[in-house]
C-alpha cells in the first residue's frame, strides 16, 4: 500500500536554528498537507499546497514557516528560526484531489521536533 | 467557524465488550464529510472510518460503526468486540473544503484503554 514518507522521525535542534521537515507524498497524489501536534493537544491544521502554491494556510502557520516542493517528489516545511513553542509533531499527509471527495488523507508516521 | 467537540478525555473498555466514542461537530455546510482517526502510541494517523454526509446510511467498517445524526450534528464511533489493539487515541474529524484544498478540523481526542 502507498505510505506518505516522512524524514527524520525525531529532529532536536537549539532555539533559533532552522530546520527542514521533509515529506515524500504518494506520488499520484495533487494535494499535500502539513498538521502539527503540540504533545497532548489536538491536531492543528498548517497549510495546504496544490500546483506549486499555498492554497490554505491556518494562523500559525506564519512569517517563521515556508513550504517548497522542490523537485517533483520532496514535500518541505521550513522553519526558519526555532521557539521552544515549536517543539511539536508534525504531520504530512497527501490526498489524490481536494473539494468535497472526502478521500480523506493518507499521513506520514510524522516527525518530532524537539527544540532544546 | 467549523467546530468539533469530543465530550471524553478518557474512556475505557472490558476487553470484547462494546464502547461508544462521542463527537458533535458545528457546521452551516449541508455537504460535508466526517472521519474517525486512531492515533497509537507510535504517534501515526489511521483513518478508522468516515462518512458522507449526504448519506443517510452510518458507514460500517468491520467492528467499527458510526452513529450519524445530521441533525443534531453528532457522529459516534462504536467499537464492537474490543480488542486490547483498539487502545489508541481517538480523533473525530470534520472535513472542510476551501479554495479546492481539503482541510480537516480535529476534535481533542478521547483516550481509549482497553483493559484484558
Known amino acids: 500500500e502507498p505510505e506518505v514518507t516522512q524524514t527524520p522521525s525525531h529532529q532536536v535542534t537549539q532555539m533559533g536554528q532552522e530546520v527542514i521537515l521533509r515529506c515524500v507524498p504518494i506520488?499520484?497524489?495533487?494535494?499535500f498537507y502539513w498538521y502539527r501536534q503540540i504533545l497532548g493537544q489536538k491536531v492543528e491544521f498548517l497549510v495546504s499546497?496544490?500546483?506549486?502554491?499555498?492554497?490554505?494556510k491556518s494562523e500559525i502557520f506564519d512569517d517563521q514557516f515556508s513550504v517548497e516542493r522542490p523537485d517533483g517528489s520532496n514535500f518541505t516545511l521550513k522553519i526558519r528560526s526555532t521557539k521552544l513553542e515549536d517543539s511539536a509533531m508534525y504531520f504530512c499527509?497527501?490526498?489524490?484531489?481536494?473539494?468535497?471527495?472526502?478521500?480523506?488523507?493518507?499521513f506520514g508516521s510524522g516527525t518530532r521536533l524537539t527544540v532544546v | 467557524a467549523q467546530t468539533v467537540t469530543q465530550s471524553q478525555p478518557e474512556m475505557s473498555v472490558q476487553e470484547a465488550e462494546t464502547v461508544t466514542l462521542s463527537c458533535t461537530y458545528d457546521?452551516?455546510?449541508?455537504?460535508?464529510?466526517l472521519f474517525w482517526y486512531k492515533q497509537p502510541p507510535s504517534r501515526q494517523m489511521i483513518l478508522v472510518i468516515r462518512?458522507?454526509?449526504?448519506?443517510?446510511q452510518n458507514a460500517t467498517e468491520n467492528r467499527f460503526s458510526v452513529n450519524f445524526q445530521k441533525a443534531a450534528k453528532s457522529f459516534s464511533l462504536k467499537i464492537s468486540d474490543s480488542q486490547l489493539g483498539d487502545a489508541a487515541m481517538y480523533f473525530c474529524?470534520?472535513?472542510?473544503?476551501?479554495?479546492?484544498?481539503?482541510?480537516?478540523?480535529f476534535g481533542k481526542g478521547t483516550k481509549l484503554t482497553v483493559n484484558p
Open positions: 506520488s499520484n497524489h495533487l494535494y
Open positions: 499527509a497527501s490526498s489524490e484531489a481536494g473539494g468535497r471527495i472526502g478521500y480523506g488523507y493518507t
Open positions: 462518512q458522507e454526509a449526504y448519506k443517510q
Open positions: 457546521t452551516s455546510e449541508s455537504d460535508y464529510y
Open positions: 499546497f496544490y500546483n506549486n502554491e499555498i492554497s490554505e
Open positions: 474529524a470534520y472535513s472542510l473544503t476551501q479554495g479546492g484544498s481539503e482541510k480537516l478540523v
